[in-house]
């Protein structure tokens, strides 16, 4: 599903009782979700569910609160944050060392700026979508991409290839390109 | 002199960090408005009639696949919340 709705349109959707307009929030953000709570906090399968789950609740029953309809994307990661961290205290009851807190915000950087690549990559619009997201998202192979697509795996090297670099250009023009850094 | 931050590897590398959520949690959040309504009804009714309300403690799993809902443990949870 995707849309050129902006994150501020789907909101004020969202607060009409438009369905099809939540469902694409969740959507939209439910991989930043996931990855904040499972990849910065490293929380366990059942802890992220919990977690998951309980961001979408409240984000649902609070959406009138939301000073902007446009930090719908900064909330949701606070709110994931804070329960995350809130898990990991009933876990280990102790407060969390700085350690993990300071471990998940350097991943949390790193995930916003992933968020604004993902966004890049919808954008594009498919094929590049669907064989970027399959081939790094999904573990698939150039075999197994070729296989559903038909193509030789060393078309679908190159195709990957040339939409990368598209990728590139459009991150380039957008001109708020991320600080250089490892990865 | 600047290195280009959008070379390909670190796209891939950043493409691949939101893997997707597991498709039963996104079906879950994604139906909330659904699940809101019918979670209201259980409660309201449950207050309403004590025979109802104990039939529906007695086994809430099964409450909720009564009204097509997958008794996912979360949503167990709210519900023995609000009937407490």
């Known amino acids: 599903m995707t849309s050129r709705l902006t994150d501020a349109e789907l909101v004020a959707r969202c607060r009409e009782g438009d369905e099809e307009a939540w469902a694409e929030l969740v959507e939209r953000f439910s991989r930043y979700v996931y990855a904040i709570a499972v990849q910065g906090f490293r929380l366990s399968d059942h802890d ?136 | 002199m600047s290195a280009n931050p959008w070379n390909e590897e670190r796209l891939g590398f950043l493409i691949g960090l939101l893997r997707p959520a597991p498709q039963g949690w996104v079906e879950a959040a994604s139906q909330l408005p659904r699940l809101r309504v019918v979670l209201d009804d259980l409660v309201e009714r449950a207050q309403a009639d004590a025979a109802f309300r104990a039939t529906l403690i007695a086994d809430l799993e099964a409450a909720l696949a009564r009204e097509g809902i997958e008794p996912r443990p979360h949503l167990v949870r709210e519900l023995q919340t609000r009937l407490s």
Do not use: H
């Not at chain 1, 977690?51 to 609160?65: G, H, I, P, S």
């Not at chain 1, 997201?133 to 197994?144: K, L, V």
């Open chain 1, 48 to 183: 992220a569910e919990d977690v998951f789950q309980e961001v979408f609740a409240r984000t649902y029953e609070r959406l009138d609160r939301l000073r902007e309809d446009s930090a719908v994307r900064p909330w949701l990661a606070q709110l994931t944050r804070n329960l995350c961290v809130d898990r990991l205290r009933e876990r280990t009851r102790v407060e969390p060392t700085e350690d993990i807190e300071t471990g998940a915000d350097e991943t949390l950087a790193e995930l916003d700026l992933a968020l604004d690549v993902r966004e890049a990559l919808e954008a594009l619009g498919d094929p590049c979508s669907e064989l970027l997201d399959r081939f790094f998202c999904r573990d698939e192979s150039y075999r197994t991409i070729g296989e559903g697509l038909e193509l030789p795996p060393g078309t679908i090297a190159s195709r990957i290839s040339r939409c990368l670099v598209k990728m590139r250009v459009q991150l380039e023009g957008r001109n708020d390109g991320p600080a250089a850094s490892g990865g």
